[in-house]
């Protein structure tokens, strides 16, 4: 990897860490290259992006970001999971290690907040954000058809009650 190759590399990431809600730090262990296709097939699916990227040009990228804290889990064979919403990363990352002990979950961060890896599986045990809005969408939907319901129930009663007057008299 030359020079230009590098400079190119650290502002893709820089680029990637400006703009991702969450960043997951993940050892890789000796994982097969079907192992790593799996896992990066699942983060795409999930909208989220897996990367191994060298930790010092990862440390040069992380500069002027919320994420700098993560500087010093960057050490050894590491990988970066990536993604805008705040829990998808850390959802796949933390499942997919969950099956297989050639991932080890080292830490991340959200924001400016940094993570150890028991912060970060707690993260993963958050609902999604579609998960919410769909809660959310529900929430809002569940008053206007009781509304629906308890505005249609009084014409429903005055109808049975004229049917059983109109049913009394024509016996």
Known sequence: MDRTQKAELVSELN??????????????????VAQSTALRQKMREAGASYKVAKNR????ALKDTD???????LTGPTALATSVDPVAAAK????????????????????????????????ASMPSLDELRAKLVGLIQAPATKLATVTQAPAAQLARV?????????A
């Open 15 to 32: 680029a990637v860490f400006g703009e991702v809600g969450v960043i997951v730090v993940t050892r890789n262990l000796g994982m097969s």
């Open 67 to 73: 994420y700098e804290g993560i500087g010093n889990l």
């Open 162 to 170: 004229f049917n059983a007057y109109a049913t009394k008299e024509a």
């Open 92 to 123: 796949v990352a933390v499942e997919f290690a969950k099956t297989n002990d050639k991932l080890e979950i080292v830490g991340g961060a959200m924001g400016t907040t940094v993570l150890d890896a028991e912060g970060v599986k707690a993260l």
């Open 57 to 60: 040009l990862a440390k040069i």
